[in-house]
């Protein structure tokens, strides 16, 4: 499913190439795009009281900033945009074989994950249809997955779900 990706044509996926477990609060780190290029910068904001990330396009503008929820009874982080909040991702509470993350957003509709969340081996939908597919069988790389973007998506949100996901399900970075 990862392959070639679409430089433009608007015919395919989008594929991108994250590093897992590298990055953590305060660490900055670029996502490439499947011919290696940086597209988007995820700059680790430093000295704050909760755990701030900003997904940054490849000049530097801020296109979404994901901040940790204070004081929740399970994990939430917040995703914003230049205008305020767009989505709130949440851990299911009760998982009996793997975890489960929603994403709601503010403008209505959820996205969910399904697969294997710990091992980057899972599936974002909105309902059936598939928004993303994050995987580590397509990289012989160490500690990398890809993120493939179905066609028509925000490439940007679903990184910056991706992103979240990532830092909620290996809370030790």
Same mark, same amino acid.
């Given at each position: 499913m990862f392959g070639h990706r679409d430089e433009g044509h608007g015919t395919g996926p989008n594929t991108f190439q994250m590093h897992q477990r590298?990055?953590?609060?305060?660490? $900055?780190?670029?996502?490439?795009?499947? *011919?290696?290029?940086?597209?988007? &910068?995820?700059?680790? &904001? *430093?000295?704050?009281?909760?755990?701030?990330?900003?997904?940054?396009?490849?000049?530097?503008?801020?296109?979404?900033?994901? &901040?940790?929820?204070? *004081?929740?009874?399970?994990d939430v982080m917040t995703i914003e945009g230049p205008a305020g909040k767009v989505a709130t991702v949440k851990k299911a509470l009760f998982t009996p074989?793997?975890?489960?993350?929603?994403? $709601?957003?503010?403008?209505?509709?959820?996205?969910s994950t399904h697969g294997n969340i710990v091992d980057h081996q899972y599936e974002i939908k909105a309902g059936d249809a598939k928004i993303a597919e994050i995987g580590k069988k397509w990289f012989r790389v160490r500690d990398t997955y890809g993120v493939q973007v179905a066609p028509g998506q925000d490439e940007a949100m679903v990184l910056a779900v991706a992103i979240v996901i990532d830092q909620m399900s290996h809370p030790s970075k």
């Open positions: 590298i990055f953590s609060i305060g660490d $900055d780190f670029w996502i490439e795009n499947g *011919a290696g290029q940086r597209v988007f &910068k995820v700059d680790g &904001k *430093a000295l704050r009281i909760r755990k701030t990330l900003e997904l940054q396009d490849g000049s530097g503008r801020m296109l979404y900033e994901i &901040k940790e929820k204070l *004081a929740t009874i399970r074989l793997r975890e489960r993350y929603d994403v $709601d957003f503010e403008t209505g509709g959820t996205w």
